[in-house]
């Protein structure tokens, strides 16, 4: 009698707990990895806002305040972080959350190119929105960079380039969307007008399915876009300049949110910094028009510098690839590099040797020409 008691509150506990929780993301599969703390009495949420240790917590029995004491290691990527599905406690004052639910996704940037340190912005997010803005000169290394990190973070980038209003030729506006489309392979490119609603329809439908997580710079109209999405004037927005065609930066925090429409999106603050970080992958995901080049080299370690048979250098001599797409691939490799040496004793140990090798071919080659003198 008493088995069956428990089972019939269990079953009730768990359908309401996805029936109010489904909104936000709440599946199958997250009811089956949150199972074991089930049992323990402990409640499934999702963190829709960090602040300081503590976070707020959207649950079946609604929104809580909970104390992230129990889950504050020494390493940054592994603190409770907006996104994150966690394991509550019932009651208490303060409540604590005693773990959260493995990540499906993360994106993470370096703190500083500078430096060592990783920061997870958001967690468990199927779209990663770049919201770029028409306003000012289009930056294509910086969109670069931004989906380099996108694609590394396991989620599926998306470009949306705001204040379409602001370029009314369709001519003009159309070779702006070639321009991204060129740097960004593989990822759709949409122009979107909050102030009159163009290509909203559209945006609405593809974040519908999923948590999307919108970043940019300072400036970009996220807010805005955040806002026109949501159907309601929910994050601050502060007037666009005359000077130099930006917004000033309004959000401060990475707020989750349930879309009307359905699905749930993360706003972001303004990112001023962009380090990779360990986003080989991503890079390769950006260029790889270049990567596919890459193949096809003479030699398997081609540096597509100056070595013969390089196919890259050729696909530039043709112009078949712009040189500032190598470039930029050639920065945010280094880059990577540089973040990834200082992180891990091995590869900074393989980033040395081929230091080392790239050295002694230099010096080789410098020696060979004096002699040919």
């Given amino acids: 009698m008493t088995s069956s008691s428990n089972s019939s509150s269990t079953s009730s506990s768990d359908l309401s707990a996805f029936s109010a929780l489904a909104p936000y993301g709440w599946d199958d599969a997250w009811a089956d990895e949150f199972a074991p703390y089930g049992t323990e009495g402990l409640l499934p949420g999702r963190v829709i806002r960090v602040d300081r240790g503590q976070c707020d917590v959207v649950t079946a029995d ?3 305040r909970a104390d992230t004491a129990f889950v504050t290691p020494h390493d940054p990527l592994r603190v409770v972080c ?10 208490g004052n303060p409540r604590y959350v005693r773990t959260y639910l493995p990540r499906r996704t993360a994106f993470v940037r ?7 340190e990783g920061q997870i912005l958001a967690a468990n997010v199927e779209y990663a929105i770049v919201a770029v803005s028409l306003a000012v000169e289009l930056d294509l290394g910086r969109i670069e960079r931004f989906l380099a990190l996108a694609w590394e973070s396991g989620a599926q980038p998306l470009v949306v380039l705001t204040k379409a209003d602001l370029v009314p030729d369709p001519v003009t506006r159309a070779h702006l969307v070639q321009d991204v489309e060129l740097s960004a392979p593989g990822v759709s490119v949409l122009t979107v007008s909050a102030v009159d609603g163009d290509g909203l329809d559209t945006l ?5 399915g999923g948590t999307s997580v919108l970043l940019g710079q300072s400036g970009a109209g996220k807010s805005t876009l955040a806002n026109a999405l949501l159907g309601e004037d929910v994050m601050d927005v502060q007037a666009t300049r005359d000077v130099d065609g930006k917004g000033r930066h309004t959000t401060t925090t990475r707020n989750l949110l349930a879309l009307p429409g359905g ?3 993360i706003d972001t603050p303004g990112l001023r910094g962009v380090g990779l970080w360990d986003a080989e992958t991503g890079v390769g995901q950006v260029f790889s028009e270049i990567e596919e080049l890459a193949a096809q080299c003479r030699f398997h370690d081609c540096a597509h510098s100056a070595e013969p048979g ?4 050729a696909a530039v001599d043709t112009g078949q690839l712009p040189v500032r797409r190598l470039e930029s691939y050639r920065k945010l490799l280094r880059e990577n590099q540089w973040i990834v040496a200082k992180t891990d004793a091995r590869a900074r140990a393989e980033l040395r040797r081929e230091w080392k090798r790239r050295g002694a071919q230099g010096k080789a080659a410098m020696e060979a020409k004096r002699g040919n003198r």
């Fill in 82 to 91: 907006t996104g994150d599905w966690v394991a509550v406690e019932p009651a």
């Fill in 204 to 208: 609405v439908a593809l974040v519908s």
């Fill in 310 to 313: 390089c196919a890259v250098l």
């Fill in 263 to 265: 699905g749930v999106l």
């Fill in 62 to 64: 609604g929104l809580v």
């Fill in 110 to 116: 370096s703190t500083s190119s500078k430096r060592s």
